[in-house]
């Protein structure tokens, strides 16, 4: 696939400049820890349970989510990433594994999140990817997604030719939060919440978290 391919040649090539760019970023976000506090406490209140990181990037989310006692993996397609987040996170097992095709069996995990992951997914393929992330879920668990928002209602993709000091080639997707709402509940997912934030310079769009659970009908 052409936009896999993509992305994971550009996060190899910038792994180590990311994740040196992005260090510390959560603590400048205090309503994403406070997002991403309440989802593993939730996760908690539904009986507890092992929460994967989709997308994982250098393991940053993960990491902090572990250290607010989250039993956490990762995982993510670009390899150079995957080596990083092993490196800045032993404590954690991460592998190297596209969203479309995850590397756990059904029902495995009492939560998921995609953090800013699914921007790298077309629309064509977005149904599957959510339909794979039901099924590594167990019933009532957790799904954090966060992502762009679009401002004209459908797709933007951006075309990003240089980042993190590096020339890339990569397309990401900023999404229409009503066309997510809709894929998660046809793959089936209750939605439980719903934020969107003003853009914090120097991000140029606003900014969505959904959390849903898995519905008991999800395979019927």
């Given at each position: 696939m052409e936009s896999e391919a993509e992305a994971r040649v550009a996060y190899d090539l910038v792994a180590d400049d990311y994740a040196a760019l992005l260090e510390g970023?959560?603590?400048?976000?205090?309503?994403?820890?406070?997002?991403?506090?309440?989802?593993?406490?939730?996760?908690?209140?539904?009986?507890?349970?092992?929460?994967?990181?989709?997308?994982?990037?250098?393991?940053?989310?993960?990491?902090?989510?572990?250290g607010i006692g989250a039993?956490?993996?990762?995982?993510d397609l670009s390899p150079g990433m995957v080596e990083?987040?092993?490196?800045?996170?032993?404590?954690?097992?991460?592998?190297?594994?596209?969203?479309a095709a995850l590397p756990f069996q059904d029902g495995e995990l009492a939560g998921a999140l995609a953090w800013?992951?699914?921007?790298?997914?077309?629309?064509?393929?977005?149904?599957?990817?959510?339909?794979?992330?039901?099924?590594?879920?167990?019933?009532?668990?957790?799904l954090l997604l966060a992502f762009q928002v679009s401002e004209n209602g459908d797709e933007d993709v951006v075309h990003l030719r240089q980042a993190y000091g590096h020339e890339i080639d990569l397309r990401t997707r900023r999404q229409s939060p009503a066309r997510v709402k809709r894929r998660l509940e046809e793959a089936g997912f209750a939605l439980l919440a719903e934020l969107v934030r003003e853009p914090i310079p120097p991000e140029k769009s606003r900014q969505a978290f959904v959390l849903a659970h898995r519905s008991a009908d999800a395979d019927s």
């Open positions: 970023e959560l603590e400048k976000l205090p309503l994403e820890r406070a997002l991403l506090t309440a989802f593993v406490e939730q996760v908690d209140a539904t009986g507890g349970g092992p929460i994967a990181d989709l997308g994982c990037g250098p393991g940053r989310v993960a990491g902090f989510l572990a039993d956490m993996r990762g995982i990083v987040a092993r490196r800045d996170h032993p404590g954690i097992p991460f592998a190297v594994a596209p969203m800013y992951s699914i921007i790298h997914i077309p629309q064509d393929l977005q149904d599957g990817v959510f339909a794979e992330f039901a099924r590594v879920l167990r019933v009532d668990g957790l």
